[in-house]
Each structure stands twice: as structure tokens, then as C-alpha cells.
């Protein structure tokens, strides 16, 4: 199996996969966009090992080191952390309640881990107070009880903490519903670049793509989709769940793009609408050389539960070059990368975990 993936990536690294790039500012999109070939360039489905850690109602985890942060629904503690060389619990964390160092609602809405000054920090939405509340896990795990470092108001827009600091954040923010019958030809998203109480827009879509149909269905899908932070640089992707586009925020240098499924809907068509909810991109796991990514190319349905439907993991480096593509064989909905085992754990849509070794070779 091995020399079948070995064999698989040496050809796919040496594909000239990005064919084509232009510097071009389009009318629709703002950003220059590399086209890509990635579609249906898998190799072998990957072999899955089930885990168990002993968490129930997992429903959302993260990776930092070490580390696996999971969010469960157990009012007792709603943030337990497992160390993958135990695989064992080694804490539980973030009760119920009112207090200033417990949640009403725990959401991982930012998806971004962070180690400061050696510990691990664990930014959450506590979204009934509209609160962005960052846990300090080392220290908890040092006083055995739920430390807080800092918390902030917070509007639940897709978010990037730039520099680890709540004080620099990239946000795209949708419209208010107010807004929406003096929308205009305007795009229904607005990208923005917060430092302290300084706000600077990024223009990204300069108009809203036309629609093929009347009523325009579905107007925020085209612009819908997660942000995911770079572990230490200042660089963010941004999954296109609704078009076949991975944008790319260098923060680092200034300079931002776009990669795209070549010969699919662009920015520069006319929207189809969609009869069934298909998705394109919809998680991502992170390290420092590349990035791994769900798939559902189109035709997939999100929410159909046949078992013939499943998503392809992709990977992608920083600077929009495909890396190889692995089927899976399990209905995954979440993806975590772990670097320090070199290993890639998956949730199911039933909430069930599958590790799976890093097939990539660079």
C-alpha cells in the first residue's frame, strides 16, 4: 500500500497541476486567480484506524501539539483535552454556568490553537453572550480548574486571529438582513482588517456574480465558507463551501489569490443556483508546509446520508500548488492534523474518530 502511495505522489508532484495564472483583476473577484486541476486526481482510499478516547457527545476537536481539544456536550465540562501519547483524557474543563470562567454554550468558531509564551491557548465563542472567550489549557491543566485569559465581544463572523492577539483580527462579515433590499449589484460579504478600534476594508468582491435564476436563490452561497489560520505565519485560507475556490490572505507579504477548479462555475458566470445543497470545501486541517482539506466535488450532497457519498481529502500548499488527493472510505465531516505523530484523525457525521497515517511525502 505504501509504494502505491509513494508511487502516486512522485508522478502527482511532477504534474504541471497549476495550469494557468493571471494577474488580472476581474470584475466579479478582485483577487488574481490560479486555476488548478485537482479534480479526480485520488489515488487509493486511505486505511482508517478507529479511536477511541473515551469522550462522549464529542461534537467539535482541534489538534496543538500534543494535544487534542474536544468540545463535547457535557455540562461538566464541555472542553476535555486528550494527550495523543496517552490517548487518554488528562483534563476536563469549561463547566456550565455563569461564572467568569465557565460558558453558557461552548462554539469553536475561530478554529485557531494557538502556543504563546509556551503554553496552549484555545480561543471559544461562549455565543449566547456574543463573547470570544480564550482558554489558557496548559495553565488549566497546571490548577486543574478552567483559566481564561482574555475574553472579548465577538460578532460570530468567520475569524483569523492575526499575531495570536484579539487586538488584530481578519474578519469577513456578511450584511445585516437590513441591508438586504438596498443590496444593490453589491456582494453580500465584506472583508475586514481590525486593529484595536482601526478597521480597514480588504476588497475582494467588488460586485455580486449574476444569477441564472430570478428570485436569487441562495445569495450568500457563492461567498460562503470557513476561515483557517496558518499555524505560525500570518497567512489565512478561506474553503469556498459553495464555489470551487480556495482563497489564500498572506498577511505576511501583502499579496492574496485565489486557486480555482479549472472548468468550473467562476465568479465571472452566472450563478446555477442548486436544486440540492452541494458543497465544495468544508473543513481543514493545518501545518507548517501544507494544508489537508474535505473535498466534495460537485455532485456530492452535503446532506444526503447515502452511503455512496463521501469527500476526498486534498492536499494544498501555502502557495496554491495541489499536493496529491486520497479517497475515503468513511462519511468524514471534520479533519485534524496531527504533526508531531505525523498522523490525520477524522470525525464521522455519527460523531465516530478514524486516524490515518499522512500518505504525503514532501
Not at 484523525?345 to 460523531?351: N, R
Request: glycine content about 6%; charged content about 25%.
Amino acid at each position: 500500500m505504501r509504494k502505491e502511495f509513494a508511487s502516486f505522489l512522485l508522478s502527482a508532484l511532477f504534474l504541471p497541476l497549476v495550469l494557468s495564472c493571471s494577474s488580472k483583476k476581474g470584475e466579479y473577484l478582485s483577487l488574481p486567480v490560479k486555476e488548478v486541476d485537482y479534480l479526480g486526481k485520488c489515488g487509493p482510499a486511505l486505511s482508517a484506524t478507529p479511536v477511541d478516547w473515551g469522550v462522549l457527545g464529542c461534537h467539535e476537536f482541534v489538534i496543538k501539539d500534543t494535544l487534542c481539544l474536544v468540545l463535547t456536550n457535557d455540562a461538566a465540562g464541555m472542553l476535555e483535552v486528550v494527550s495523543l501519547n496517552s490517548n487518554s483524557v488528562i483534563g476536563k474543563f469549561c463547566t456550565k454556568g455563569r461564572a467568569a470562567n465557565e460558558f453558557n454554550h461552548v462554539s469553536d468558531v475561530i478554529n485557531q490553537p494557538y502556543v504563546k509564551n509556551g503554553d496552549i491557548f484555545y480561543p471559544l465563542e461562549d455565543y449566547m453572550d456574543s463573547k470570544l472567550k480564550t482558554v489558557n489549557v496548559s495553565e488549566s491543566l497546571r490548577k486543574h480548574a478552567t483559566v481564561i485569559e482574555s475574553e472579548c465581544y465577538f460578532s460570530g463572523d468567520p475569524s483569523s486571529l492575526l499575531d495570536n492577539d484579539i487586538n488584530r483580527m481578519f474578519q469577513q462579515c456578511t450584511i445585516e438582513p437590513y441591508e438586504m433590499e438596498n443590496l444593490g449589484d453589491k456582494a453580500p460579504v465584506h472583508y475586514w482588517l481590525c486593529e484595536g478600534d482601526h478597521e480597514k476594508e480588504l476588497e475582494v468582491f467588488p460586485k455580486r456574480m449574476k444569477y441564472a435564476c430570478d428570485e436569487m436563490p441562495n445569495i450568500f452561497c457563492p461567498y460562503a465558507g470557513v476561515l483557517f489560520k496558518h499555524p505560525s505565519k500570518n497567512i489565512v485560507v478561506q474553503l469556498s463551501s459553495g464555489m470551487d475556490y480556495i482563497f489564500y490572505f498572506d498577511f505576511e507579504t501583502g499579496k492574496h489569490f485565489a486557486i480555482h477548479q479549472k472548468g468550473t462555475v467562476s465568479y465571472d458566470d452566472a450563478y446555477p443556483g442548486m436544486e440540492r445543497n452541494e458543497m465544495y470545501f468544508t473543513d481543514a486541517a493545518m501545518a507548517d508546509d501544507f494544508f489537508f482539506v474535505l473535498y466534495w466535488h460537485e455532485g456530492n450532497d452535503w446532506k444526503s446520508q447515502s452511503s455512496e457519498y463521501r469527500p476526498e481529502l486534498l492536499a494544498f500548499d501555502w502557495k496554491g500548488n495541489f499536493l496529491g488527493g486520497y479517497k475515503l472510505k468513511e462519511r468524514i465531516s471534520r479533519i485534524e492534523y496531527d504533526a508531531i505523530h505525523n498522523v490525520i484523525y477524522g470525525m464521522t457525521t455519527s460523531e465516530e474518530i478514524y486516524s490515518y497515517t499522512n500518505p504525503l511525502k514532501l
